[in-house]
């Protein structure tokens, strides 16, 4: 019987395994590259949120639609307090982020929501002023001193609630020259320069502060609002909200919220 040479059979046992080699890499590159494809994760997700989440929540919402190819994020921002009522009275909806447990709680007893609310972050109130600080305001004592005019939001917005808590607190009756739908409506009052100060959310005046001015004041501690998210019972993409859910309380969501000035929950 005639033998090939050493050489040739070397070569053909090497194709061989590389033959070999590239079918295994081949079956299990797909499984490798396929972390979202298997999710059904897909489709517009409706979240309705608070005002003071619009930052944050835009770059959340960028990178959900970036983790899962195929989705689409749409927000509704506004009061927290008009976007229960909306929820309340049938408006779609997938995902609820409000800021204070008191809201959520008028959705979730009128059995509008899934499961507890999940609390993702907290925020404290400062005082927004001018840039420059022109009425020397230093605490919420000097909000009622002659010529300054101050807005807030409705008592029945959380940051409403929250500004009464910390006036009641400092015994400061405050009559504002204007009363606002949310934190955004109010902080606009400052900065197209209509009122002297306002009573908002840390995230907004650091999200604004190539207009405004913050100041802190110690009552605001004990006037701290936390914010809870939930899925809605009705939501037309149940399966992408919860994963909107679970991404809002992922490390890479909560870098985004703490860098904008939220607190960790």
Request: hydrophobic share 45%.
């Amino acid at each position: 019987m005639r033998r090939r040479p050493f050489g040739t059979a070397l070569a053909g046992l090497a194709a061989a395994m590389t033959l070999a080699l590239a079918a295994c890499g081949g079956s299990d590159t797909p499984a490798a590259s396929s972390s979202s494809a298997g999710s059904g994760v897909t489709g517009t997700v409706n979240v309705s949120a608070a005002a003071s989440l619009t930052e944050s929540f835009n770059q959340i919402g960028k990178d959900f639609e970036a983790a899962y190819p195929g989705t689409k994020v749409v927000f509704n921002y506004g009061g927290s307090s008009t976007l229960a009522a909306q929820i309340n009275q049938g408006a779609p909806a997938d995902v609820f982020a409000a800021a204070s447990p008191a809201t959520m709680k008028t959705v979730t007893d009128a059995g509008n929501g899934t499961g507890t609310p999940a609390t993702f972050v907290k925020n404290q109130l400062v005082i927004a002023v001018p840039k420059g600080n022109p009425k020397g305001v230093t605490s919420l004592g000097d909000l009622v001193k002659p010529g300054v005019k101050v807005a807030l939001c409705a008592v029945e917005v959380p940051c409403g609630a929250a500004a009464k808590k910390a006036l009641d607190a400092a015994n400061v009756k405050l009559t504002p020259v204007t009363q606002e739908t949310d934190v955004k409506a109010a902080l606009s009052k400052v900065k197209l320069g209509e009122v002297d100060a306002a009573l908002v959310y840390r995230t907004d005046v650091k999200a604004a502060s190539a207009d405004v001015d913050g100041v802190e004041f110690p009552e605001s501690a004990g006037a701290v609002n936390a914010y809870p998210i939930v899925v809605l019972k009705n939501a037309p993409n149940a399966t992408a909200a919860q994963a909107f859910l679970a991404y809002v309380l992922s490390d890479k969501a909560k870098a985004v919220l703490l860098a904008a000035g939220f607190q960790a929950p």
